[in-house]
């Protein structure tokens, strides 16, 4: 059952391997916990009041709400599978729900602070100092996510429309529109990428080490890093939260939240809404210094 609802995953639902591997350690830890505690050798026989055990077990060993939670989910989705496979008659996840957590806002950059890092701080003139610079740029023009910039190839990029063609989540192609600005920008870095290496293609990254192999999530986490260290006080400091910067500016600028949706590659507008947060607190700042009844 388990192998097959994994295979379910992979090949038609086409679910990154991180996720697969996600599900099937959450998995295999409430199989190993309805052993120890229930003497339960198969998940298809746990009922509601054992699953409900569980999340109590996960809470009291200090658990977030939110890895309960997804934990949790992968339980619902893999029991949906089994229901829907025959293998069971009842669904033990139907009346479980979620625990409620605490809603935390995305942290995001300045727009003051932005232009410093893109336009006050002295990148090298060669290719690691430009590439750096594409890095920090590309990451804040587009908020693609990390795994998205990584596996970009240059064939993806089309600076005669404007716009990049990502892989996003899902395997699922989108097109988010480049800015004349940006757009002269990567022209300057495919020159100085044409004179670095020999013998460019199309397949070749975008954004690459000194070596020409792809970049890899640690190099461009140390690139992001350094540079918000220099003008950005908040403590968080990743390529995430150059995502959540370019969501945040784009609606404090007035766009409209589906266009964001879009462009962040979001399935649902739920998890684009949490961006609208910032924004009303921007508003919110501006009636109370504006306003003279505030």
Avoid: C
């Avoid at 089994?82 to 009842?90: K, N, Q, V």
């Avoid at 939260?241 to 500016?249: I, K, Q, Y």
């Amino acid at each position: 059952m388990l192998f097959s609802f994994l295979a379910h995953l992979e090949f038609e639902r086409r679910a990154s391997g991180h996720t697969v591997a996600a599900y099937q350690y959450d998995l295999e830890q409430f199989s190993d916990f309805l052993k120890s505690a229930f003497g339960i050798g198969e998940l298809s026989d746990a009922g509601h009041a054992e699953i409900r055990a569980w999340m109590v077990d996960l809470i009291e060993q200090g658990l977030a709400a939110t890895t309960v939670n997804r934990k949790i989910a992968t339980l619902k989705s893999f029991y949906k599978f089994l229901l829907r496979s025959g293998e069971i008659e009842r669904d033990p996840t139907y009346k479980v729900r979620s625990l409620k957590k605490p809603k935390r806002l995305p942290a995001f950059v300045q727009e003051a602070a932005m232009d410093k890092v893109l336009d006050e701080f002295d990148y090298s003139d060669d290719f690691e100092g430009q590439r750096d610079r594409m890095v920090m740029e590309f990451l804040y023009g587009t908020g693609v996510r990390l795994s998205e910039l990584i596996g970009l190839r240059w064939a993806q990029v089309d600076m005669v429309k404007g716009e990049v063609k990502v892989l996003g989540k899902g395997k699922k192609y989108r097109i988010i529109p480049i800015s004349s600005g940006m757009n002269k920008n990567i022209i300057r870095y495919q020159k100085l990428f044409q004179e670095t290496f020999p013998n460019v293609t199309e397949s070749d990254y975008f954004i690459v080490r000194n070596s020409r192999e792809p970049a890899y999530p640690m190099m461009i986490y140390r690139i992001v890093k350094y540079h918000l260290a220099l003008f950005v006080q908040t403590t968080k400091r990743s390529p995430h939260v150059l995502r959540h910067t370019f969501a945040t500016h784009l609606l404090n600028k007035g766009a409209d939240l589906n266009a964001v949706k879009d462009l962040l590659g979001h399935a649902s507008l739920a998890a684009t809404q949490v961006y609208t947060h910032n924004s009303i607190e921007k508003l919110r700042a501006v009636f109370e210094q504006a306003h003279p009844k505030a």
